[in-house]
């Protein structure tokens, strides 16, 4: 929230997905939260399948690396999974099966 004025007015709420420090006199605090991007105080969208965001701010939503996906709204890499025919570790690089084994979607 940010509070603008002097007086009594109670404090303002951020833009949907964002919020502020305590203390807060301008929109302009307001900052998108992790798993979600925007323009600083403006529009706050999330982040789309197969990317994520860790921080708050302005920052575009980061790509999963090759051959991996994410959930929307992600907000660590771990989120980040090899998808059907690879393997890795959560947020790492994937490989392709070898040969004579698979990895179906779970």
Known sequence: TYKAGRGNANCESC???SDSPVGSSIVTKCTCNA???GLEWGTCTACIIGTYKAGTGAAACNKCPANSNSPEQS?????CTCDAGYIG???????????SKFKAMT
């Open 75 to 79: 907000t660590t890499s771990t989120a």
């Open 15 to 17: 833009p949907a997905h």
């Open 89 to 99: 570790p959560a947020g790492g690089s994937c490989t392709m099966c070898e040969s």
């Open 35 to 37: 798993g979600f991007s």
